[in-house]
């Protein structure tokens, strides 16, 4: 990589290993990365340069970006190149991550454990399996809809949120200790 602070450089290669745990592959993340440390706008020339990766893997990693909606094209006046920069607040692309994540992960897994739930015959020999698959069905509905009703929220109300869920946790641990001796 050419002309990054050291920490920007261990910024972006961390990225480019969590990419994989957040859904994308490693070069996505590390571009990202880039994207979001560079204070101006830059094209794809730049960032396979930098990164020195291939220009048809940039491009392709790109669109992936724009895809999960993290990234924005910017144009300049008398140039034809497209710039490249985040999307918006830190916030901004949280909510589009979860939004993503939601999308391709927990609504077709909903969708196959409804169908599958559909086809489990009622018999005794299959309850143990339908309770599971109803149960994992009701958390992942669940989360689905804790995910919605955050897309909703602004950062501090998150945050307000966040604190609340705290709060009402520990009144369940301290219900339980007194419940239960």
Known sequence: MTELPQSNYELIMHFGDMGSRWG???TVGQIFALLFVSPEPIHAEH???TLRISRSNV???LKELQAWKLIQIKHRPQDRKEYFAVAGTVWIMAKAVLEQRVQRELAPTVTLLKQHLSTVE???QHQ????QTEQLLTLLQWVQQLADQVQQLEPSQIESFV???RRVSKM???KNKVVFK
């Open 172 to 174: 369940l641990a301290f």
């Open 163 to 165: 604190k609340l869920v």
């Open 128 to 131: 143990s399996l339908r309770e």
């Open 47 to 49: 960032i396979a340069a």
């Open 24 to 26: 994308f592959n490693r």
């Open 122 to 124: 009622a018999e005794k």
């Open 59 to 61: 491009s392709m990693s």
